[in-house]
């Protein structure tokens, strides 16, 4: 799987887990919601600065984002 399906779906179950819509994720990470939408469906790649982004705005390190598998802890609430 290439990193751009890990982070497609990645960032689409993190999102979820922390009960975030595309908007409000691109509102956190100070981005437009399309370009979430657009990275979730492998459209886009992404830059080490967004992902830096949406890795803050999701509570996880951003090679958490590129993972082959996300560890149960990365699922849970960010403390």
Do not use: C, F, W
């Not at 999102?15 to 399309?34: D, F, K, N, P, V």
């Not at 996880?60 to 149960?72: A, I, S």
């Amino acid at each position: 799987m290439s990193s751009r399906d890990n982070l497609a779906r990645n960032l689409r179950r993190l999102r979820a887990a922390r009960g975030m819509s595309q908007e409000g994720l691109a509102h956190e990470a100070g981005i437009h919601r399309t370009y979430v939408s657009a990275l979730e469906r492998r459209e886009y790649s992404v830059s080490i600065d967004r992902l830096d982004s949406l890795a803050a705005s999701l509570g996880v390190k951003p090679y958490t984002l590129l993972m082959d598998e996300l560890p149960d802890t990365a699922l849970a609430d960010p403390v």
